[in-house]
């Protein structure tokens, strides 16, 4: 029974495998080709969501990258502007980033003037050690007539009390740092600029900034870039520096009181010298105006004794290569103020009896080599016509300038007026005095 149960299974097994493969050779000769097993659907990925706009981060990102000077600040909030869709994709918006200060920030400016206040106490000790030496001068009795263009200058400072000085000035005037900023501040900056979602990637471009509150910034220093012991201005240092300054000036004027004083004491040991000098300068003055007027008297005597009464000089006069004796004898003389007039004849030595009248004035002014000048007209009388000394003697303004020294000699030349243009005409004169001779007739023409 089992068995037969396995046949019919067997059977209705082999049956059944028949008469499927009868239906697909049926198919097979209609041409139906048998259905195909069923496989499972592949899903397709999903097309990439493009974003609308930038993020935050983006958008901060590109800020930090134009801003100038943004070493000194951080990043903080970033807010947005609504964007406008353009034609392009591209995206038109704006954006404003707070920046945070990192650290305090210090403005370098020129000294409190304060501090030059406190040094002002140092002018008066400073400019009584700079005054010029006339002015101590004038202080202990001088006048005017004793003072020179070096007194009038003003007088350097002497090395310690310009050191003490150039310190001074140095502590009043060196600048000074002061806090602007505290590290936490907030500044912004803002822009505007379009963005395009390329490459899977923001683009920017067209980008405007308003940086203008950091760039104000530059001009400070950061806390961490102050010089080494920086003055930076707090109510604690200004109260110090002035302190220094006090002590620096009291310092000077200590320092300059004993100047001050020796300056004085200089400048009246100098008048006592200059008093001195004066006193001794018009002592000499007096001393040689007397010895030159003395000595003035003394040529004027000789002079008026030289041309005294019946004074007799005698000597040569000289013309290139001739030459003969010549004697002057002066008969009567008058003395005025400045002068002596005098007439009397000259001659030729040889031969007395023939002599000419004469006229003349003695100046009574001494020059500086101690002679004087005599001048001589000559007149009617009677001469040798052989002697060169005619031509002179013939005419109507012969004449003799002479000078008389301090002992008594006469030089000069005998010529005429007329001959100023030919000098070389002219006689020259020498004579001495001579012993009186006995008197000799003479003739007139």
């Excluded at 000294?111 to 005054?131: D, G, I, T, Y």
């Excluded at 005597?301 to 007799?312: E, M, R």
């Amino acid at each position: 029974m089992k068995r037969l149960l396995i046949q019919t299974i067997a059977l209705t097994a082999s049956a059944t495998l028949l008469t499927s493969c009868f239906d697909e050779i049926k198919q097979i000769v209609k041409g139906e080709a048998a259905p195909a097993e069923q496989t499972p659907a592949v899903e397709e990925p999903a097309a990439p969501v493009v974003p609308t706009e930038p993020t935050n981060d983006d958008i901060c990102r590109m800020l930090m990258e134009q801003l100038s000077g943004c070493e000194i600040v951080n990043a903080g909030q970033l807010t947005c502007g609504t964007p406008t869709k353009n034609t392009d994709e591209s995206i038109s918006m704006g954006a404003t980033l707070k920046l945070s200060i990192k650290e305090d920030l210090y403005a370098r400016e020129n000294a409190p003037a304060a501090f030059n206040k406190e040094r002002e106490a140092v002018n008066e000790a400073a400019n009584a050690s700079m005054k010029p030496e006339a002015s101590y001068l004038f202080q202990v009795g001088a006048t005017s007539d004793l003072i020179t263009d070096a007194d009038r200058q003003a007088k350097p400072l002497p090395e310690n009390l310009q050191a003490a000085m150039n310190e001074m000035k140095e502590l009043a005037e060196a600048p000074v740092y002061r806090k602007v900023t505290n590290a936490g501040d907030e500044v912004e900056a803002s822009a505007t600029f379009t963005a395009i979602y390329r490459d899977g990637a923001w683009q920017f471009s067209n980008i405007v900034v308003d940086n203008a509150a950091l760039l104000a910034l530059s001009d400070y220093t950061a806390q961490s870039a102050l010089p080494l012991d920086a003055p930076v201005l707090t109510p604690e240092f200004e109260e110090s520096r002035k302190a220094i300054i006090r002590e620096k000036v009291a310092a000077f004027n200590q320092m300059a009181e004993p100047y001050i004083k020796g300056r004085e004491e200089a400048a009246r040991a100098t008048l006592t010298e200059h008093q001195a000098r004066a006193e001794e300068d018009a002592r000499r003055m007096t001393e040689q105006a007397a010895a030159q007027e003395a000595a003035r008297q003394e040529c004027i005597q000789g002079y008026v004794q030289a041309l005294a009464n019946d004074k007799l000089f005698a000597g040569e006069w000289t013309r290139d290569k001739r030459f003969g004796e010549i004697s002057l004898h002066i008969e009567q003389a008058k003395q005025f103020e400045n002068a002596v007039q005098f007439v009397g004849t000259i001659y030729d030595t040889k031969l007395p009896e023939a002599s000419l009248d004469i006229a003349g004035r003695c100046d009574l002014t001494p020059a500086e080599d101690g002679t004087t000048q005599l001048d001589i007209n000559i007149y009617d009388g009677q001469y040798d016509p052989d002697q060169p000394t005619a031509e002179v003697y013939d005419a109507k303004d012969g004449m003799l300038s002479l000078k008389l020294s301090k002992d008594g000699k006469l030089t000069g030349i005998m010529s005429c007026a007329s001959w100023s243009n030919s000098p070389e005409k002219a006689f020259q004169i020498n004579m001495v005095p001579k012993a009186k001779e006995e008197p000799k007739g003479r003739r007139r023409r």
